[in-house]
T-cell receptor, first 113, second 112 residues
Framework: NAGVTQTPKFQVLKTGQSMTLQCAQDMNHNSMYWYRQDPGMGLRLIYYSASEGTTDKGEVPNGYNVSRLNKREFSLRLESAAPSQTSVYFC????????????FGDGTRLSIL | SQKIEQNSEALNIQEGKTATLTCNYTNYSPAYLQWYRQDPGRGPVFLLLIRENEKEKRKERLKVTFDTTLKQSLFHITASQPADSATYLCALDGAGGFKTIFGAGTRLFVKA
C-alpha cells in the first residue's frame, strides 16, 4: 500500500520551461490537494479537488494549473516556470467532505534557475 | 488576514520529560484543528484532530487541547523519546472546508 506517490522527487528547471508534477493515491480518497512549502512558512494550498471532476483555487494559484485526471491522479502544471516557484511541492489526499485528515506524499523538490 | 503562530525557535528537552508545543491563531474561527508531524525530507503525517466543541483529545502519549477563547492549542508529548524529534505542524479548518491553513511548525529535539 503506497499511499500518495509523487513524481519526480527532484527537478531543476530553467526559467520559462514548463513541467508537470504527478501525484497518485491508492486509498480510494475523493479529495486531493497540492501545496507548496517554503522555508519559514507553513504549507500553502495551491489548488484542491474536492471530488473527481472538480478543481478549485487555493491560496496561491497564480502560475499553476491542475488536472484531476481520474479519482487516483491529480497533476500540477507550471506553464512558464519562474524562480519564485522554487519550492517543495506536496500532494495530499483525504476522504470526501472536508475537514478530514490529509495523507501526504514525500514531495517534489523543484529548483528554477 | 488569518494567521497561525507556532514557536519558530526549536524546543530542546530531555528524554522522559513532557514536550509542550503551542499554536496560536488570529482572525479566524476554526471548526477543526489538526496536528501533523514532519520528518526531514518527508511529507507531513497526521497525528490528531480536535473539534471546536472538544476541549481535549488524547492518543497514546499525545494530548491536544483547544481553547477557542484564547485562540490557542497546546500539543503535549508525554514521556518523550529521541524518536519524537521532528517538526510538528498545527493546521486549522473552517466548517466543511477544504482550505486548510498550516502553521510553519516547531522543531522538537529530544535528547537521550
Amino acid at each position: 500500500n503506497a499511499g500518495v506517490t509523487q513524481t519526480p522527487k527532484f527537478q531543476v528547471l530553467k526559467t520559462g520551461q514548463s513541467m508537470t508534477l504527478q501525484c497518485a493515491q491508492d486509498m480510494n480518497h475523493n479529495s486531493m490537494y497540492w501545496y507548496r512549502q517554503d522555508p519559514g512558512m507553513g504549507l500553502r494550498l495551491i489548488y484542491y479537488s474536492a471530488s473527481e471532476g472538480t478543481t478549485d483555487k487555493g491560496e496561491v494559484p497564480n502560475g499553476y494549473n491542475v488536472s484531476r485526471l481520474n479519482k487516483r491522479e491529480f497533476s500540477l502544471r507550471l506553464e512558464s516556470a519562474a524562480p519564485s516557484q522554487t519550492s517543495v511541492y506536496f500532494c495530499a489526499s483525504s476522504e470526501e467532505g472536508g475537514n478530514q485528515p490529509q495523507h501526504f506524499g514525500d514531495g517534489t523538490r523543484l529548483s528554477i534557475l | 488576514s488569518q494567521k497561525i503562530e507556532q514557536n519558530s525557535e526549536a524546543l530542546n528537552i530531555q528524554e522522559g520529560k513532557t514536550a509542550t508545543l503551542t499554536c496560536n491563531y488570529t482572525n479566524y474561527s476554526p471548526a477543526y484543528l489538526q496536528w501533523y508531524r514532519q520528518d526531514p525530507g518527508r511529507g507531513p503525517v497526521f497525528l490528531l484532530l480536535i473539534r471546536e466543541n472538544e476541549k481535549e483529545k488524547r492518543k497514546e502519549r499525545l494530548k491536544v487541547t483547544f481553547d477557542t477563547t484564547l485562540k490557542q492549542s497546546l500539543f503535549h508529548i508525554t514521556a518523550s523519546q529521541p524518536a519524537d524529534s521532528a517538526t510538528y505542524l498545527c493546521a486549522l479548518d473552517g466548517a466543511g472546508g477544504f482550505k486548510t491553513i498550516f502553521g510553519a511548525g516547531t522543531r522538537l529535539f529530544v535528547k537521550a
